[in-house]
């Protein structure tokens, strides 16, 4: 064997080697993040020293607690920025956070932006703005086996972040999808709405409420114009739970209900989701409460929360005619990361 050839072979080996090491003692080490460290450190370590200025951050950056779901430029590192192979590795990085139903949806919403370009095209309008490029990955923090940091994909009608604190996850909102076109015009057969099951689960859940259940759920005739626990908004903006509440359900509404929490849940990596789910109920569910806003037929602007101790669900669907979704999980405790995450900062970044 000549000698560039061996050692080609050798360094490769040590790589490979070393990778599976690294791995091996991640994955008695750290759990169920670790997927996300390891694609977060492949992520980071495949760009240059320029892009990963942009895609880092340290933990105690404001932008970590910064969020938003409008049109713009975001912080971190634009998908359209990266090459055919940086591309590769930042999607396999949002496959480490997301479930396959997650990444799907995600997709689609990225994809809603050229079909919105034509149609704002063809108005005479100007697009330029709607560019599935320009949604932005961000690192706060170190992606470690054990480590605490932070991961964010953000852009138009998206939100979404995984916060770990050694190795353990300890928040996973503001969590925000939305579509825009939520029905794509076209025959009944090319329709797709990115967001259908959100709404088709809870239009289920009405259908089985009885005259007295229905009148406690439905708690206005208008929908409100948007979620109301946008950017900045604190929970106090929902006020007290209104609704029909667990407790006043038969195992058959219980059984739709909590189908349309997990519908919200398994956005997140199947481990992620069943780690928040569990938590919901551990925390009781007797007064998660239903509420329903606006009207009941199809194309009727709507709104609709699921409000419980700790959290709260929103979906509003009112704007373009009642063709263009919003959805948000908040975590009142938990949203970027909470108590463990600011305990962390105080504690080891105090004097950084």
């Given at each position: 064997?000549?000698?560039?050839?061996?050692?080609?072979?050798?360094?490769?080996?040590?790589?490979?080697?070393g990778?599976?090491?690294w791995?091996?003692?991640?994955?008695?080490s750290?759990?169920?993040t670790?997927?996300?460290?390891?694609?977060?450190?492949a992520?980071?370590?495949?760009l240059?020293?320029?892009?990963?200025?942009?895609?880092?951050?340290?933990?105690s950056?404001?932008?970590r607690t910064?969020?938003?779901f409008?049109?713009?430029?975001?912080?971190?590192?634009?998908?359209?920025?990266?090459?055919?192979?940086?591309?590769?590795?930042?999607?396999?990085?949002?496959?480490?956070?997301?479930?396959?139903?997650?990444?799907?949806?995600?997709s689609?919403?990225?994809?809603?932006?050229?079909?919105l370009?034509?149609?704002e095209t063809?108005?005479?309008?100007?697009?330029?703005?709607?560019?599935?490029?320009?949604?932005?990955?961000?690192?706060?923090?170190?992606?470690?086996?054990?480590?605490?940091?932070?991961?964010?994909?953000?852009g138009?009608?998206?939100?979404?972040?995984?916060?770990?604190?050694?190795?353990e996850?300890?928040?996973?909102?503001?969590?925000?999808?939305?579509?825009n076109p939520?029905?794509?015009?076209?025959?009944?057969?090319?329709?797709?709405?990115?967001?259908?099951?959100?709404?088709?689960?809870a239009?289920?859940?009405l259908?089985?409420?009885?005259?007295?259940?229905?009148?406690k759920a439905?708690?206005?005739?208008?929908?409100?114009?948007d979620v109301?626990?946008?950017?900045?908004?604190?929970p106090?903006?929902?006020?007290?739970?209104?609704?029909?509440?667990?407790?006043d359900?038969?195992?058959?509404?219980?059984?739709v209900?909590?189908?349309l929490?997990?519908?919200?849940?398994h956005?997140?990596?199947?481990?992620?989701?069943?780690?928040?789910?569990?938590?919901?109920?551990a925390?009781?569910?007797?007064?998660?409460?239903?509420?329903?806003?606006g009207?009941?037929e199809?194309?009727?602007?709507?709104?609709?929360?699921?409000?419980?101790?700790?959290?709260a669900?929103?979906?509003?669907?009112?704007?373009?005619?009642?063709?263009?979704?919003?959805?948000v999980?908040?975590?009142?405790?938990?949203?970027?990361?909470?108590d463990?995450?600011?305990?962390?900062?105080?504690?080891?970044?105090?004097?950084?």
């Amino acid at each position: 064997m000549n000698a560039p050839l061996a050692i080609g072979i050798t360094t490769l080996t040590a790589l490979v080697s070393g990778i599976a090491i690294w791995s091996q003692q991640a994955e008695a080490s750290g759990g169920r993040t670790v997927p996300v460290a390891r694609a977060a450190k492949a992520f980071l370590d495949g760009l240059t020293a320029e892009q990963r200025k942009l895609a880092q951050r340290p933990l105690s950056d404001a932008e970590r607690t910064a969020w938003n779901f409008v049109p713009g430029r975001y912080a971190g590192i634009e998908i359209g920025a990266l090459d055919a192979g940086q591309k590769a590795v930042a999607h396999e990085l949002l496959r480490s956070m997301l479930s396959v139903r997650g990444y799907e949806k995600t997709s689609a919403i990225m994809a809603l932006e050229d079909v919105l370009r034509e149609i704002e095209t063809g108005k005479g309008q100007d697009a330029s703005h709607r560019d599935p490029a320009r949604y932005a990955l961000l690192v706060l923090g170190e992606p470690e086996a054990r480590g605490t940091y932070v991961v964010r994909f953000q852009g138009h009608h998206v939100s979404l972040q995984v916060a770990v604190r050694a190795g353990e996850l300890v928040g996973h909102t503001p969590q925000f999808l939305g579509s825009n076109p939520h029905a794509v015009a076209g025959a009944p057969a090319q329709r797709r709405r990115v967001l259908g099951a959100e709404e088709d689960l809870a239009r289920a859940f009405l259908l089985l409420l009885d005259e007295a259940q229905l009148q406690k759920a439905v708690i206005a005739v208008e929908a409100p114009k948007d979620v109301l626990l946008g950017p900045g908004k604190a929970p106090a903006e929902l006020g007290p739970r209104r609704g029909v509440a667990w407790k006043d359900l038969n195992e058959t509404q219980r059984g739709v209900l909590w189908r349309l929490v997990e519908e919200y849940a398994h956005v997140l990596r199947a481990e992620f989701a069943a780690q928040e789910l569990a938590k919901l109920r551990a925390e009781g569910l007797d007064e998660m409460s239903f509420a329903w806003a606006g009207g009941r037929e199809r194309g009727q602007g709507h709104y609709y929360r699921i409000h419980g101790l700790k959290f709260a669900i929103e979906y509003d669907c009112t704007q373009d005619d009642a063709n263009h979704v919003h959805t948000v999980w908040r975590d009142f405790e938990h949203d970027f990361g909470g108590d463990p995450m600011r305990e962390h900062l105080e504690h080891d970044h105090a004097h950084k």
